[in-house]
């Protein structure tokens, strides 16, 4: 019989280990995936479902590809990331907003 360990950590330790490993999980995230994606992994990026859409964002260049082949078509997941960027809104702050009383 295996001999039970028990280990005590304070919480505010644990939260801070507990931040270092999904930091480290992410960082290997994002080293793995890849450069360029199947047409289906970037309609589900994009959110979209049409491959219509998709050719026409392509042929527009709103995004990156690749045609190494006839029927083969990748597309550049950093691309498509930055075009998403392109279209963030900042929330509106009121508490900037000074108000003038007439």
Not at 19 to 45: C, P, T, Y
Not at 49 to 73: A, N, V, Y
Request: charged share 35%; proline share 2%; hydrophobic share 35%.
């Amino acid at each position: 019989m295996q001999k039970l360990e028990i280990i005590c950590i304070e919480s505010e330790a644990f939260y801070k280990l507990l931040e270092e490993v999904l930091r480290h999980f992410k960082s290997n995230e994002s080293q793995s995936s890849d450069k360029w994606i199947s047409g289906a992994e970037a309609m589900r990026m994009l959110r979209i479902k049409s491959k219509t859409t998709l050719q026409k964002m392509r042929d527009e260049g709103r995004i990156r590809f690749t045609q190494p082949e006839k029927k083969i078509i990748l597309y550049d997941a950093e691309s498509i990331r930055d075009y998403l960027d392109d279209f963030v809104y900042e929330p509106f702050d009121l508490s900037a907003v000074k108000i003038r009383k007439a």
